[in-house]
């Protein structure tokens, strides 16, 4: 159980980030992650009363606010018409929907989770973390970051001419994916990234010729570490991982 002494609603990022900086206190988001920790947290630090739940599109792109719902993503028609439903499949599958209607887009990103859908889709979009004092960072270099004491304001998609699916395999509705994987065509590259490796998302790269999906899946899959745990094994993961990539490029050669 997690026991928390205290509880602060900051009105001013400044005040919410010096409080962070003492190691016993906390950020807190929609703590359905974190309440299922264990441990003493001294001050807890509520983002909500700073206005960071909205998500504002403009022609370049959707700047999304930390505080935002996995449900605000769902049900966005921006955002699944600018990604064709990639980010509602991304979370659809995640619990139900009250628990959407409390987890947050920060606290989804912020933890690096290794079997995140919402990272993992992100990560095959035009994607960057505003962080109050790091500030704008390309989320392919914030995955691979070390956790550190700095705050997630917004997320930021940027848009391009790319197209995107997302797709992943689950023992049982519900469950954390087996599998995972966002696939993108940008230009004249395959963006591919996979989650649940059981290991955090990886985005790997191909280019886009005349070679057939199989070709381009099994050389992105090759780039890919994988692993085992109770969920599956390394080699169960790859053999998933590689048809699941194959058939989106398949149907995205066809949309293209
Ligand atoms: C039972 C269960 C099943 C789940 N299944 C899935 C699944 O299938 N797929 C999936 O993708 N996810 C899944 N999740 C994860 C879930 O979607 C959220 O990602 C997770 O709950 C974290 O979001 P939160 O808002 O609850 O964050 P919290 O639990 O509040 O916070 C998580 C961490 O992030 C920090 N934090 C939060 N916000 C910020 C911020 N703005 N800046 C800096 N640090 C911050 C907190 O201090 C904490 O350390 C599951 C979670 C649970 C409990």
Known sequence: ?????????????????????????????????????????QTAIDLSGMGLDQIEESEEEFKIGCMCTLRQLELHKGINQYTDGAVRECVRHIVGVQFRNQATVGGSIFGRFGFSDVLTCFLAMDCYVELYKGGIVPLREFVCQKRDRDILVNVIIRKDVRKIRYVSSRRTKTDFPVIACGVAKAGEEWQVSVGARPMKAVLVTEKADERNAAEIAEKLTEQVTFGSNMRGSSEYRKALAKVLIRRQIEALMEEC
């Open 1 to 41: 159980m997690i026991t928390i002494n205290s509880y602060v609603k900051p009105e001013s990022l400044e005040e919410a980030y010096e409080l962070n900086q003492k190691r016993a206190n906390r950020i807190l988001g929609g703590m359905m992650w974190m309440r299922l920790g264990s441990g003493r947290v």
